[in-house]
């Protein structure tokens, strides 16, 4: 069930109702976090079985390895052997690959020795990359000493199957999790105040503004040969927008209703258009992926201790994998590819301007330069993402390839991806007093949007202007959540 | 609770203001107005006389309804008032809400044809069978001199509504004249409201059966098979293995354009429909205009016995589309190929219009 589904809406209510007089009946703490977790479970495993029984079996076997490895390799008595944390590991990626990946690459053998193509009807446990994810960070966290395993495997599941967050992340750390259960059940008044607003925003970013131009990206990317270059060119500058409406409106969306129970998540979007650079911008995009691959694939590669060769390429080889997590397809390697070798590029330019300059970020620039630096970041994230979004790379090259020749055809300049523009930009210049675009996220949730008083007369009325706004001129039509996919 | 009071009187207030102010951008955005029966019987309801309409979800427009809540500019409202030439039915996309009033087929008529007078009782909701329906009202109320046209959108009939209207049994859209429901449409927010949360629930319903289902019949502009683009060169569907006429489709249907000549004859007006079918465009770039080529022989064939003239307006699509890459549907916040008409559309069916009956004029030596 989408959570911006009119169902999933409607259900929202009576499943927060019975969420707050639990937490009403329930006294004591222990008893109360034990309720309000295990309620919680029952309706993402609810969830998950309604979409697909079988998904519920990857989710609980996730969920196992997730609990019993970490507990087994603390275990003194069978020597803390990082076996267990290996093998859970290898379990988590296991599922992942059969899952994901096996098609993919069985394919590739099967071209490599002349056969035909096979593929084995396999379903995409709905959540898998997310929550293998979440798993494989909190087994290495354990193992890194960084906490303790958590013995309560109620909570271990909660963290693998919190519903909020299974289709598209974000994301979440078990630690960050963990601690954030603290509050379930605390201060539910404020909590709904802060996130049923934040829910709502999400709503917006994702109903009226990624599904309205996804009508017309699909459009034109399924037919560019039909449309005017300059028609081309509109849909490839809206197509990074509907992109980040889609997911960051969806995290939005998780974040929001986590907030409602009392849980904070991490946030997964900290306005990546003001980026002026590629690495700035992967600082600010997907924030819980590009953590997570830092974190447990960049830095164990060595990060940037083994040399300059060695530091480009497990740049490249962290992309290239951040690329294929994204999907089994070429066209999602090779874009990952590309923001590997877009890191690279800009990290030869820092350390090229910390030599000059004395400095990483060299000369401060002026804000013509600074305007300058975010459009040249927009526009290589733009153009970069056609291979991601072509069904395959000769057609994401023919793509590219209608942009750079001038061609005749229909000329569509569709008005919602300028709505869209003007809705960022107003966005970002209101957020940028509340928040500066600091790099640094603020711990709690609340602080990172831009949300009313509803204890006032004047922010109730703008929040229910808002909510009109986000039925009025959403688009109802066939739009899944494109991070739902991965 | 005396806090809980003060709170809930807040959020009364503040839901009172956010209706005014959702209201106002409604009168913006988004405002279809208040229709009402038509006991004149022309067509199901008409909007009230003078009816403000504002349009910013398929193309853009603001426009009034003229005195008997038809969409008609001052100008050929007031040519009507001396004698209607030609009468125009049809549905929304000829009471076209979605374009200016000067940019409809009505008033380009009005221009082209300049010694007739043209008036249009085009009305959401009124496709071929409501039009069969109300014609004998409305050929009596207008009495056009010249010519009826009528717009269609489908040439592959459904035989159960057409023998509703042949046995009188047809339904009429109804209006909420009365009542709560009556006074709550006249709010913009809540019918505006009222009418997106509707849709969003019927289609999720409606997304959640085809999903279900093994064979997905809505035509997907985006999942257009390769294989169709083979065959589709020429711009028209043929899939004459998959559309047999059923058994007694063609004699039903021949009685149900009569009702069309028996009425036109008694007012003497000659009658025209012009089919306009809907497009899309392929992975090649080619356009494809979907139409069943047996149901529309059929439809042509009944036409021409009943004495219709028949405008199909394919390959006018289509070769305004080769020349300039124009599709007479959709618009600049839209998709392309999908919805109403828009400007271009009218205007080529307009000049279509125009160019039949120039000739019909000249053929039996009328000019």
């Known amino acids: 069930m989408a959570l911006n589904s009119f169902r999933f809406i409607l259900l929202l209510f009576p499943i927060l109702a019975g969420f707050y007089l639990l937490s009403l009946f329930c006294k004591k703490e222990k008893t109360k976090r034990n309720v309000l977790a295990g309620y919680l479970l029952a309706i993402g495993y609810l969830m998950v079985a309604e979409t697909d029984i079988r998904f519920l079996l990857c989710l609980l076997a996730v969920t196992l390895i997730t609990y019993f490895c970490p507990l087994l390799f603390e275990r003194k008595q069978l020597g803390r052997t990082k076996a267990w944390v290996a093998f859970g590991i290898v379990a988590d990626l296991v599922l992942l690959g059969v899952f994901k990946y096996f098609n993919f690459f069985y394919n590739q053998v099967e071209a490599l020795f002349g056969g035909t193509k096979t593929n084995l009807n396999i379903l995409l446990p709905i959540g898998i990359s997310f929550y293998t994810f979440s798993s494989i960070s909190y087994l290495v966290d354990v193992y890194r000493g960084k906490y303790e395993a958590n013995k309560s495997l109620l909570e271990v599941a909660l963290f693998i199957g919190f519903f909020p967050k299974i289709i598209s992340g974000p994301i979440i750390r078990g630690r960050d999790f963990f601690e954030s259960l603290n509050g379930l059940g605390k201060k539910n008044l404020y909590n709904f105040s802060c996130g049923i607003q934040i829910f709502v925003w999400g709503l917006f970013k994702k109903m009226v503004l990624a599904d309205r131009l996804s009508v017309f990206v699909d459009n034109v990317f399924y037919a560019p040969k039909a449309f005017h270059s300059i028609t081309v060119i509109w849909a490839t500058l809206s197509y990074p927008l509907q992109l980040y409406f889609d997911f960051a409106g969806y995290s939005d969306m998780a974040i929001g209703i986590s907030k409602l129970f009392g849980i904070d998540l991490a946030w997964n979007f900290n306005f990546p258009f003001v980026a002026r650079t590629v690495s700035e911008f992967w600082k600010r995009w997907h924030i819980s992926l590009s953590s997570w691959l830092q974190e447990y694939l960049y830095f164990p590669l060595g990060g940037n201790r083994k040399g300059k060769i060695r530091t480009y390429v497990n740049l490249l080889l962290t992309m290239l994998l951040g690329g294929l997590w994204h999907g089994a397809a070429w066209c999602y390697i090779l874009w990952g590819g590309l923001q590997g070798l877009a890191l690279g590029f800009d990290k030869m330019r820092m350390e090229r301007r910390k030599k000059k300059y004395g400095r990483k970020d060299g000369k401060k620039s002026g804000p013509a330069v600074a305007f300058l630096s975010m459009v040249a970041s927009y526009l290589f994230f733009a153009f970069s993402i056609i291979i991601f979004r072509s069904e395959n790379i000769m057609d994401g090259f023919a793509f590219i390839g209608q942009l750079f020749t001038p061609h005749d055809g229909m000329i569509h300049l569709y008005t919602w991806s300028l709505f869209s523009m003007v809705c960022l930009i107003i966005g970002t210049l209101v957020m940028r007093r509340k928040t500066g675009f600091a790099m640094k996220m603020p711990k709690k949730v609340e602080e990172r949007y831009f949300l009313f008083d509803l204890t006032s007369i004047l922010g109730l009325t703008l929040f229910f202007v808002l909510c009109g706004l986000t039925v009025g001129l959403a688009y109802f039509g066939n739009t899944a959540f494109i991070y739902g996919a991965f | ?367």
């Open chain 2, 1 to 367: 609770m005396k806090k809980l009071c003060i709170q809930g009187i807040k959020v009364i207030v503040a839901g009172i203001l956010a209706v005014a102010v959702l209201s106002l951008i409604a009168l913006v955005y988004e405002y279809t107005g208040v229709h009402v029966d038509n006991p004149q019987k022309d067509t199901d309801y008409v909007w009230l006389p003078g009816q403000y309409k504002a349009n910013m979800t398929e193309g853009f427009s603001f426009l009034f309804m003229d005195a008997n809540g038809y969409n008609n500019t001052k100008e050929n409202e007031e040519k009507a008032q001396n004698g209607i030439d030609i009468l125009l039915m049809g549905s929304s996309h000829v009471e076209a809400v979605q374009v200016a009033s000067d940019e409809n087929m009505g008033y380009l008529l009005n221009q082209s044809l300049p010694e007739k007078n043209t008036y249009s009782i085009g009305m959401s909701g009124h496709d071929i069978y409501r039009v069969m329906d109300n014609l004998p009202y409305a050929l009596e109320r207008f009495s056009p001199g010249e010519y009826l046209v009528m717009e269609c959108y489908d040439v592959k009939l459904d035989m159960g509504s057409m023998l509703q209207i042949l046995d009188g049994s047809g339904q009429r859209i109804p209006s909420y004249n009365e009542g709560l429901v009556a006074k709550m449409q006249r709010i913009p927010a809540v019918k505006w409201l009222y009418k997106e949360l509707s849709t969003w629930n019927r289609l999720e319903k409606k997304q959640k059966r085809l999903a279900g289902e093994a064979a997905k019949k809505e035509v997907d502009n985006t999942k257009v098979a390769a294989g169709d683009a083979e065959i589709a060169i020429d711009g028209k569907e043929n899939n004459a293995g998959d559309s047999k006429l059923p058994e007694g489709y063609y004699e039903t249907l021949l009685k149900f354009l009569s009702i069309c000549r028996i009425n036109c004859d008694l007012q003497g007006c000659k009658p025209i429909i012009f089919y306009h079918p809907t497009g899309m465009f392929l992975q090649n770039g080619y356009a494809y205009f979907q139409t069943e080529e047996e149901y529309l022989e059929a439809f042509k064939r009944a036409c021409e016995e009943n004495g219709i003239l028949f405008l199909d307006m394919t390959d006018v699509f289509l070769e305004e589309y080769e020349k300039n890459h124009i599709f007479p549907h959709g618009f600049s916040n839209t998709a392309i190929a999908t919805g109403h008409l828009n400007a271009d559309g009218h205007r080529m069916i307009a000049e279509a219009l125009t160019k039949l009956i120039e000739e019909e004029e000249q053929n039996h030596g009328l000019k």
